[in-house]
């Protein structure tokens, strides 16, 4: 069973970056396609970002488009998600997800299979 363990998160003023991490462990991580998804207070979790095995391939939400990069440094079994130019409406709980189907960039939330405990990104005005 894959295990999922977030980082990086914290609060930050708008027009700021940060960058979450996810350690990978249970799992050959270079094996699977890999994402994030987030979930604002009072809202459902909703898809983020999707990146093929080998780190060629992303697909991102419309509304992060642009501003963040996610990227997989698979020596290290670890994902990553650059967020720049962070808006107030980017304020959730940030969880890294694996999908049903390894070798398919996931581009949406039914593509997710299992997500860790999440890491909380606040950004204040």
């Known amino acids: 069973q894959v295990q999922l363990v977030e980082s990086g998160g914290g609060l930050v003023q708008a027009g700021g970056s940060l960058r979450l991490s996810c350690a990978v462990s249970g799992r050959t991580f270079s094996s699977t396609t890999m994402g994030w998804l987030r979930q604002a207070p009072g809202k459902e979790r909703e898809f983020v970002a999707g990146?093929?095995?080998?780190?060629?391939?992303?697909d991102y939400a419309d509304s992060v488009k642009g501003r963040f990069i996610i990227s997989r440094d698979n020596a290290k079994n670890t994902l990553y998600l650059q967020m720049n130019s962070l808006k107030a409406e980017d304020t959730a709980v940030y969880y890294c997800?694996?999908?049903?189907?390894?070798?398919?960039?996931?581009?949406?939330?039914?593509?997710?299979?299992?997500w860790g405990q999440g890491t909380q990104v606040t950004v204040s005005l």
């Open positions: 997800a694996v999908p049903y189907y390894f070798a398919v960039v996931p581009v949406r939330l039914g593509d997710f299979a299992s």
């Open positions: 990146i093929s095995r080998h780190g060629i391939t992303t």
